[in-house]
């Protein structure tokens, strides 16, 4: 399937600017006449840094919540770097861990300007890297739409100048890099990433005792893979973070909904050139409709605001589908997930939202945050073929259950 971007109608009933509507349309134009289009494939890898010390503590919490197992582990200069996969056509999990805990890179100085954020500051989803067909040519192209680029002595961590990965820098209205890489020399060995390393016996141990837990309900191969990715932003900035995003991939604006009772809207953008969003997910921007300082009129709940002061603009959640069926127990399916990772001690937020009963649609739940990335993982069901994207319904409820808890983090914040 490829869709044509040119004549698709948005979904949603969220309105945007003549000024969005007129960039998205000149934005799609030059990627075509640049070029980017045949450039630019699906993202291949997603990346996430976590503290010092807590990597293996990290990992064994995707082999309990998420289809990712350890593939290879590598050591540059300054990180220990994990190479995770689920299916061979989904991305990569990488996961960075730097050796000193008092390393420190732009990452770090983001994460010190918020007051919750600033307690892991090393911790941070980092971005989201696109296999192309020629890496210097997108560069170029890129460059000549004014992205910019890491050079190579701009960063403390090697592994975002590295010659085969090229990173943006941090974008100032999502703190979210993208990076680049060649698809046909998507080697990992020949990545020049770092010397291979093996882990210790007893991290073997962990990982593997963590695999069996995983295994033995049977919850684990029912989540098949990443769904969509949501970043959090500021109000003013939500249609520039779209053009930014439309500008520097090859996705397109897919619809937005208003969750006005929450003062937000949820914008997703897909990838129109696959068929199964989870070879190179969706990414969804979420943002207060009104300011904070204007909210105060109506002072309406308004969890994606607060989310955003108090960690600041980034990334929220991923979230993973899981296989549409009744499990033998007589649950959904993704009821059984949800009780199994319960069970293995996970922390959900709130109850499973929407009903399968006879008609299609979406079951969806967040847990709660991950003390090591700082992410909240969404487990979403499309029953019974249910073939769209979200339902505002949903939405709202999800919405509002991440308010609740970040509430819950506001009224703590000086502890
Ligand atoms: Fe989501």
């Known amino acids: 399937m490829s869709l044509d ?33 045949e450039l630019l494939n699906e993202i291949c890898a997603l990346v996430v840094q976590v503290e010092t010390g807590d990597a293996l503590a990290y990992l064994e919490e995707l082999y309990l919540m998420t289809p990712y197992r350890l593939l290879h582990t590598y050591l540059n200069n300054t990180h220990r770097i994990f190479f995770l996969e689920s299916r061979r056509s989904f991305p990569h ?35 989201e890297v696109f296999s192309v067909n020629d890496l210097a040519e997108t560069r170029k192209v890129l460059e000549s739409h004014n992205i910019r680029f890491h050079y190579p002595d701009e960063t403390e961590n090697k592994f975002f100048s590295n010659p085969h990965f090229y990173f943006t820098f941090p974008s100032s209205m999502t703190g979210n890099r993208i990076g680049y890489t060649p698809r046909g020399s998507y080697d990992i060995d020949a990545m020049e990433i770092g010397e291979r ?44 973070a779209i053009l930014e995003f439309l500008t520097m991939s090859n996705y397109y604006f897919w619809g937005a909904y208003n969750i006005a009772d929450q003062n937000s809207s949820t914008n997703v953008n897909r990838n ?48 993973y589908e899981v296989a549409d069926g009744d499990h033998q127990s007589g649950e959904k399916n993704v009821d059984f997930v949800v009780e199994t990772l319960k069970n293995f001690g996970v922390a959900f937020l709130a109850h499973v939202v929407g009903e399968c009963t006879d008609e299609p649609n979406l079951k969806q739940i967040f847990s709660k945050h991950s003390e090591y990335s700082i992410l909240i993982t969404e487990y979403v069901e499309r ?28 009224g703590n914040i000086f502890d």
């Open 272 to 319: 129109g050139n696959v068929d199964d969003d989870k070879c190179s997910p969706a990414k969804v921007f979420t943002a207060n409709n009104t300011p904070s300082f204007v909210n105060s009129f109506e002072n309406l709940p308004m969890p994606t605001e607060d989310f955003v002061r108090n960690f600041g603009r980034r990334m929220h959640h991923i979230a």
């Open 93 to 127: 999990f990488i996961v960075l861990e730097p050796l000193d805990s008092h390393f420190t890179d732009d990452l770090t100085r983001l994460n010190n300007l918020y007051p919750l954020a600033r307690k892991k500051p090393n911790a941070r989803y980092v971005g």
């Open 5 to 37: 971007i040119t004549t698709f109608e948005p979904l949603g009933d969220k309105k945007n600017s003549d000024f969005f509507n007129e960039y998205r349309m000149k934005i799609f134009q030059r990627r075509r006449q640049s070029g980017l289009e």
């Open 197 to 240: 390393i093996e882990l210790t016996s007893a991290e073997i141990k962990s990982l593997e005792e963590a695999d069996a837990k995983a295994r033995d309900k049977g919850a684990v191969p029912l989540i098949l893979g990443v769904d969509h990715m949501a970043t959090r932003i500021l109000s003013g900035e939500r249609e520039d």
């Open 383 to 410: 029953c019974l073929g249910y073939e769209g994207f979200f339902t505002k319904s949903n939405v709202a409820e999800l919405t509002k259950a991440a308010g609740e808890d970040e509430r819950y983090h506001h």
